[in-house]
């Protein structure tokens, strides 16, 4: 069995509706969870305070902002190399859900940054960079929505997925690459000095399930109704010239 098969939209309407409800028991479960324990179970950070629990939305919705700029650099790539349109719909499903998790993560950030930094905004290399990153994500969904010519849409946004996959890069590794800012490093590290307690990182694992499950049923639900919308375009353009 090749992946290929599912870029077939009868086989992935029935993929897709056999995983969209696991998805989303699952991930309401785990965000139930996580959410739970760490909102009310955790206790105050020293030097923190109850400040540190904005990490169980902000965290996760960073790392989701990222990751789904990644899903759509990849199927825009296999838009422009195989023109399999399943793949394209799929990045334009993806883009609004990407969007709320860039905000989410600027308004979180910023929650956290007023009491820690005494600021709600700095011009701090990853803050910046996120900030670039949502507005491409807002050109993105207008460049689609501009273009009638759906292929020609997918072209466009395609490219300029590729070009704003440089700030998404940027905003992974913003404090890697200068040193000075006032945003800290990882919260989730390999480096023991740099990870957080164990305390607060077993409930941001179930925040992070929730989150990524999350999207998963979001992207398979949005998808499902971009296949059925280029149907019913494709049956009244049929109409039309009858």
């Not at 919705?61 to 990751?67: K, L």
């Not at 990882?186 to 077993?202: M, N």
């Not at 398979?220 to 149907?231: A, F, G, N, P």
């Amino acid at each position: 069995m090749s992946i290929w098969e599912y870029a077939n939209p009868v086989k992935f309407m029935k993929t897709s509706g056999l995983i969209l409800p696991w998805a989303t028991g699952l991930a309401v479960v785990s965000l139930a969870v996580g959410l739970f324990w760490g909102f009310f179970l955790t206790p105050e950070a020293e030097n923190f305070g109850s400040s540190v629990k904005v990490i169980y939305v902000h965290v996760p919705a960073a790392m989701m902002a990222i990751n789904i700029w990644a899903m759509m650099l990849v199927t825009s790539l296999i838009w422009l190399i195989r023109r399999h349109h399943v793949s394209a719909l799929a990045a334009k499903a993806a883009a609004p859900i990407g969007a709320v998790m860039t905000l989410a993560a600027l308004i979180t950030g910023a929650v956290w940054g007023q009491p820690m930094w005494g600021t709600w905004w700095e011009w701090d290399p990853r803050l910046t960079s996120f900030l670039i990153l949502f507005l491409f994500y807002l050109g993105y969904m207008a460049l689609w929505s501009a273009i009638d010519n759906p292929d020609t849409a997918a072209d466009l946004t395609s490219v300029l997925c590729l070009v704003g996959s440089v700030f998404a890069v940027l905003s992974r590794y913003a404090v890697n690459f200068w040193n000075q800012g006032l945003h800290q490093g990882a919260t989730l590290s390999l480096d023991k000095a740099e990870h957080i307690a164990d305390v607060y990182w077993f409930p941001l694992l179930f925040c992070l399930a929730g989150f990524i499950l999350f999207f998963v049923a979001l992207v398979l639900l949005r998808t499902r109704t971009e296949i059925r919308l280029r149907r019913i375009k494709a049956l009244e353009q049929r109409e039309r010239m009858a």
